[in-house]
C-alpha cells in the first residue's frame, strides 16, 4: 500500500477569524474565515491532510458576556461550556466554508469538526494563579454581588479598565478525541479540532469533567500533532515569523532555525509570555516529541510556508 502523504496541523491565529479593528459581527467572521478556507483548499487539493486547530480569545469572550447579560432571564453556563459552545459555531463556518471551497475545486473530500476535549492536571499551578483576562468588565460594586453568588471566581482590576474575570491557562496534557480524529485523518477527510485550545477537562476517578479554565490553542496543536504523528506543525498568525529584539530597530527574523538555538533564545527570554511565548514553545517541544518540522508564519503566507520558503521554519 502506497504510504499516506504526511499530515500537517495548522494552527489559525485570531485573525484568520476576526482582525483587531473588527466588532465580531458574524459577516466580518465569515468573510475572514471564508478568505483562509480559500487558501486551505488549495492545499488540500493539492493533496495535502489536513487538521485544523483555531483559537477562540474574542469569541469566548463574547459568549460569556451573552450568558453574564442574559442571567436575569436564563441560567448561565459555565466557562467550560461556552468553549463547547464557540467549538461548535466557529467549527460550523470553518467547515462550511472549506466544504464550499473544495466542491468548486470538485475535490470530494469530507470535512468535520469534532468537539474536542483536553486534558489537564488539577495540580497544575495555573489553578493557583489565574492569569488570563475574558469576558466582559464588571464595576466594584457588580463584582461584590458576583463574588457573593460564586466564591470560586477570579475577578481582579484590569489596568484601570474595570474589573475582569481571570482564568487559568493550564498545561495541555492530552487530547480526549485524538484516536477519532486520527482515524478521520487517515480516511482522507479534513479535520477542525482542539478549537480555542480544547474544552479543558480533569479526570474523576473514572469521569471526566469540565474544569474553568481556557488552554493555549498553540500548545494544544502541539498535543495534538504529536499524538497524531503529524510531520509539520504550522502555527499561523499576523506576523512574517519569529524576531529577535522585536519591536526593535534591530529586529531580525529568524527564517531557519534550529530547535537547539531556538531554545537558546526562548530560555534568554526573547518572546513574549502572552503571544510569541506559546507559539515558539510549541514548535520546540512537537519537534522534541517525534515531530519533523514547526512553522510560525504570516497567515497570508501559508502556501509558501508550507513549501519552506516563509516564516521560520525549525528542524531538529
Ligand atoms: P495569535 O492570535 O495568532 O495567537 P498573538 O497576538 O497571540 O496572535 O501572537 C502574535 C503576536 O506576537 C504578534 O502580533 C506580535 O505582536 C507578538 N510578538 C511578541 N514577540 C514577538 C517576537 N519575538 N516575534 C514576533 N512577534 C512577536
Ligand atoms: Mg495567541
Known sequence: MPRQTPITVLALGGNAILQRKQQGTFDEQYENVRSTATQIATLVD?????????????????TVI??????????????????????????????QSLQDELSKRQTSKAVATVVTQVLVDRNDP????????????????QRDTLLRERSDLVIEEDSGRGYRRLVPSPDPKAVIEDEAIR??????????????????VIRQGNRLQGIEAVIDKDLAAERLATSIHAENLVILTDVEGVYTNYGKQDQHLLSKI?????????????FSAGSMGP??????????????????????????????????????
Open 258 to 270: 534550529s530547535r537547539d538555538e531556538l531554545e537558546r533564545y526562548a530560555k534568554k527570554g526573547s
Open 183 to 200: 482515524v478521520l485523518v487517515d480516511d482522507e477527510s479534513v479535520v477542525i479540532a482542539c478549537g480555542g485550545g480544547g474544552i479543558p
Open 46 to 62: 493539492q493533496g495535502l491532510r489536513v487538521v485544523i486547530v483555531h483559537g477562540n480569545g474574542p469569541q469566548i469572550g463574547a
Open 66 to 95: 451573552r450568558h453574564e447579560m442574559g442571567r436575569t432571564k436564563v441560567p448561565p453556563l459555565p466557562l467550560h461550556a461556552c468553549g463547547a459552545e464557540t467549538q461548535g459555531f466557529l467549527g460550523y463556518i470553518i467547515q
Open 126 to 141: 495555573a489553578f493557583k494563579h489565574p492569569s488570563k483576562p475574558i469576558g466582559p468588565f464588571y464595576t466594584k460594586a
Open 279 to 316: 507559539k515558539v514553545e510549541a514548535a520546540i517541544r512537537f519537534l522534541r516529541n517525534g515531530g519533523k518540522r514547526s512553522v510560525i508564519a504570516n497567515l497570508g503566507d501559508l502556501g509558501r510556508a508550507i513549501k519552506g520558503s516563509a516564516g521560520t521554519q525549525v528542524t531538529n
